[in-house]
């Protein structure tokens, strides 16, 4: 059965850590940092469970600020 | 697999339109601006409309379009975007013109504008953002504010007696003989935003073929009006918004009944 694998790559800098992608993720991958934050204060999205990605793509459509680039690749032989 | 093997061009699924400019948006967190701002940016490129587009942005939040979307822009006047929209769509007939506006400017000081632009038919689409609160001065109650809905001049929630009713402008629309597509969208969840995109890239087309006008009403949250995180202002449009404001076409004229 194909797998599909996916990955996200998040432009922290310009993310303002408004927790729409965390919420609208369907396998739990992104988080927001706990401590840590950007150059304008903002505690911004990770991924905190990579493996789990299924590049849906769901993060990308809500995020407002449009930091979020999406990759899906689909192995047939897995 | 490696995260090297799957971040390559040929696997990009999704990345920031090329359209959407660099500069960061003023917006607050999670607001539904960015999101729309950047569907305009998508489908226009989408439609190949970059050099064809003029958008018309209003007074309110959305007010700094122009330094967002990579498309020619005019500045209207508080509320009088469909005017100026009207009289650059007669003017270039071979431009898409498209207006940006929010509650307090398409439906307060702007009514007759809209509507009469509307009423003529023009031929341009009208995107409405309603958030019912005046969000860029502050959180005033704006037409569009849900009866009981605290804001900071109704602190005790709007009263009928006193403030009267919500305006569903978008139903007004629909019963003008010059529009053409009148729809209610949102962008709080991913379908919700396929949804909202293929109702803009609607409303584009009919005024590429000059059907007459389309007007593309967005619910949308003011997370820092409201007073609530983006994730609880979703929720709360969810739960109060949709109830007066019903997603869906209101009017499609393509579709034959």
């Not at chain 1, 694998?5 to 739990?28: H, M, Y």
């Not at chain 2, 502050?138 to 009713?165: C, H, V, W």
């Not at chain 2, 006008?213 to 997370?223: G, K």
Request: hydrophobic share 40%; charged share 20%.
């Amino acid at each position: 059965m194909a797998k599909i694998f996916g990955a996200v790559e998040i432009d922290s800098n310009r993310c303002k850590g408004c927790d729409l992608c965390v919420a609208a993720c369907p396998t739990s991958v992104l988080s927001l940092q706990p401590k840590e934050v950007n150059d304008r204060g903002y505690h911004f999205a990770y991924t905190v469970n990579p493996d789990a990605c299924i590049g849906c793509g769901s993060c990308a459509a809500v995020c407002p600020d449009a930091c979020i680039e999406v990759y899906r690749l689909v192995d047939k032989n897995a | 697999m490696t995260r090297e093997d799957i971040i390559k061009d040929e696997n990009k699924v999704y990345s920031r339109p090329r359209l959407l400019l660099d500069a960061t948006m003023h917006y607050c967190p999670g607001c539904s601006h960015g999101v729309v701002h950047k569907l305009v940016a998508e489908v226009l490129e989408e439609l190949g409309m970059e050099d064809t587009a003029i958008g018309v942005a209003p007074v309110g939040c959305a007010v700094f379009a122009y330094n967002y979307i990579d498309i020619d822009w005019i500045e209207a006047a508080h509320g009088r975007a469909p005017a100026v929209a009207t009289a650059v769509s007669r003017l270039q007939p071979d431009n898409v013109v498209f207006t940006y506006q929010g509650d307090g400017d398409l439906a307060a000081i702007g009514t007759a504008e809209t509507i009469h632009a509307c009423t003529r038919g023009e031929n341009i689409m009208i995107i409405f953002i309603n958030n019912g609160i005046y969000g860029m001065t502050g959180g005033q109650m704006a037409p569009t504010t849900l009866e009981g809905m605290k804001t900071s001049t109704t602190p005790y929630g709007r009263r009928a007696d006193i403030n009267g009713f919500p305006v569903k402008i978008s139903d007004i629309a629909a019963m003008l003989d010059g529009t053409c597509y009148v729809t209610r969208q949102a962008v709080h969840t991913p379908a919700a935003v396929r949804s909202a995109r293929k109702a803009i890239r609607q409303a584009l087309i009919n005024t590429r073929e000059k059907r007459g006008t389309s007007f593309v009403e967005i619910v949308s949250t003011c997370s820092s009006g409201w007073k609530l995180s983006p994730v609880k202002a979703n929720k709360w449009m969810e739960e109060n918004m949709f109830a007066k404001y019903p997603l869906g076409d209101i009017k499609n004229t393509e579709v034959k009944k």
